[in-house]
């Protein structure tokens, strides 16, 4: 279970305050890639705190009501368009860096500020200092909290897509490669909202 004994250390080393930062979405064929930052005013939760993927749906929505009524957050949300241009593991970082800045900007007359990362050898273009963690989402609980708040906030926008193109399921895969997404794109061809430079969508474009 994740704790906050990454983030006690922190600032043990004289930062004002730590928030944690995770991504949803890197994988799925259709839709954006999401971020999240939150630095916590509490660290006692009522609802579960763990990696977004071993909550349910539901668990994640009552624990992204209590996050966001007990931390300072913010989201970057960067479009498949955008994921074609940059590929993805730029496009992430590019959330990543504007979830921090959003975070950041809700904090007031806080200097010293620490991010710790989910993942490994992730190169943000911030003026923070900043540390990876490798599992970081079922390790720190900032991390975790940032887990739920990306993947509730996908998952929400994928259900509006789901209403705008029916034809494809999103509400049920969020745009993973499911087979029953694959058989759909085969049905319906390629959506204003997949990723073109993803396998197979790019052979069904250059079909």
Same mark, same amino acid.
Do not use: W
């Given at each position: 279970? *994740?704790?906050?004994?990454?983030?006690?250390?922190? !600032?043990?080393?004289?930062?004002?305050?730590?928030?944690?930062?995770?991504?949803?979405?890197?994988? *799925?064929?259709?839709? *954006?890639?999401?971020?999240?930052?939150?630095?916590?005013?509490?660290?006692?939760?009522?609802?579960?705190?763990?990696?977004?993927?071993?909550? +349910?749906?539901?668990?994640?929505?009552?624990?992204?009501?209590?996050?966001?009524?007990? +931390?300072?957050?913010?989201?970057?949300?960067?479009?498949?368009?955008? @994921?074609?241009? !940059?590929?993805?593991?730029?496009?992430?970082?590019?959330?990543?860096?504007?979830?921090?800045?959003?975070?950041?900007?809700?904090?007031?007359?806080?200097?010293?500020?620490?991010?710790?990362?989910?993942?490994?050898?992730?190169?943000?273009?911030? *003026?923070?200092?900043?540390?990876?963690?490798?599992?970081?989402?079922?390790?720190?609980?900032?991390?975790?909290?940032?887990?739920?708040?990306?993947?509730?906030?996908?998952?929400?926008?994928?259900? @509006?897509?789901?209403?705008?193109?029916?034809?494809?399921?999103?509400?049920?895969?969020?745009?993973?490669?499911?087979?029953?997404?694959?058989?759909?794109?085969?049905?319906?061809?390629?959506?204003?909202?997949?990723?073109?430079?993803?396998?197979?969508?790019? !052979?069904?474009?250059?079909?």
């Amino acid at each position: 279970m *994740p704790n906050f004994s990454y983030e006690s250390a922190v !600032l043990k080393k004289g930062f004002e305050c730590v928030g944690g930062v995770d991504e949803a979405g890197r994988g *799925p064929l259709a839709g *954006p890639v999401v971020a999240a930052a939150v630095v916590l005013k509490k660290i006692k939760f009522k609802n579960r705190i763990d990696d977004s993927k071993l909550l +349910s749906a539901s668990q994640r929505e009552k624990a992204y009501y209590e996050i966001t009524q007990n +931390s300072f957050f913010g989201t970057g949300i960067i479009c498949e368009k955008i @994921i074609d241009t !940059l590929n993805i593991l730029r496009a992430t970082r590019l959330a990543m860096e504007n979830a921090i800045y959003s975070c950041v900007h809700k904090i007031k007359g806080v200097e010293r500020l620490s991010f710790l990362i989910d993942g490994t050898n992730i190169a943000l273009d911030i *003026p923070y200092k900043f540390q990876c963690i490798i599992g970081g989402d079922s390790k720190s609980l900032s991390i975790a909290c940032a887990s739920i708040i990306a993947k509730v906030t996908r998952d929400r926008i994928m259900q @509006i897509y789901d209403k705008v193109y029916p034809e494809y399921g999103f509400k049920q895969h969020k745009g993973y490669g499911t087979r029953e997404h694959i058989l759909n794109l085969k049905k319906a061809g390629v959506s204003a909202i997949h990723r073109r430079s993803f396998y197979p969508v790019s !052979l069904m474009c250059n079909a």
